[in-house]
Every structure is written in structure tokens, then in C-alpha cells.
């Protein structure tokens, strides 16, 4: 049996922060790892227009609005997926590390700059 898709049930926002969060956590530079085996978030993107870079994606603005929603990290971090304090810091747990979102293809844009 295939692993179940979203068993968090997160919804429409909370995976597209929790994907965004992954990407940014891949970023060299933009994440060190924490004493506690999580991924601390050190750096986040800055928007020019309505669009921000992540390593060699390209992000809609709109895609994003959850990195900056008190709710969202709330959620998150009862999932477990993130250990977070509002506004300072918020780091990727294991799980949150390794949580399939399904859809990192259709919010992170590979290619040209557009």
C-alpha cells in the first residue's frame, strides 16, 4: 500500500508554507541545523514584485503568504512539523523534513527568470 497523500491534513496554505519552508531549507546559507536534530529557518526570501527566488525555483508571491501568518506556523507546529515562536524563530522538524507536500512542482518554478 502506497503512503497515504497529506496525512496531516493540511490544508491548501499550510502546504504551500511547509513546501516553501523544505525549499528554503535547502538553500545554502539559508538554514543550519539545530542541537535538537531540527532545521532552523535563518533567512528568508525577499519579494521583488510579485515574485521571490528559491535557489534556482521561482515562487509566486501569492504562493507565500503563509510564511508570514501567525495561523500557519500555529498549525504547522501542532502538527509537529515545525517548532516555531512567533515571529522570531521557526525551524523544519524531521517530520517536517521529510513530509511529502505533492506539490513542489506546481508552486516552485524552475527555469528562466520570469
Known amino acids: 500500500m502506497s503512503p497515504k ?14 513546501t ?3 525549499a528554503i531549507a ?3 546559507g539559508a538554514a543550519n541545523p539545530t542541537p535538537e536534530g531540527d532545521t532552523a529557518i535563518t533567512q528568508f526570501p525577499h519579494a521583488h ?3 521571490f527566488h528559491l535557489g534556482d525555483a521561482m515562487v509566486n508571491a501569492s504562493d507565500a503568504t503563509g510564511l508570514e501568518n501567525e495561523n500557519v ?3 504547522l507546529n501542532r502538527k509537529g512539523l515545525i517548532k516555531a515562536v512567533w515571529p522570531d524563530q521557526i525551524a523544519l522538524t524531521p ?11 506546481q508552486i516552485l518554478h524552475k527555469g528562466g527568470h520570469h
Open 5 to 18: 497523500i497529506n496525512p496531516s491534513k493540511l490544508n491548501p496554505l499550510q502546504l504551500r508554507t511547509l
Open 20 to 22: 516553501l519552508l523544505q
Open 26 to 28: 535547502q538553500i545554502p
Open 49 to 51: 514584485g510579485d515574485h
Open 73 to 75: 506556523w500555529n498549525a
Open 95 to 105: 517530520a517536517g523534513i521529510g513530509y511529502d507536500t505533492g506539490i513542489a512542482d
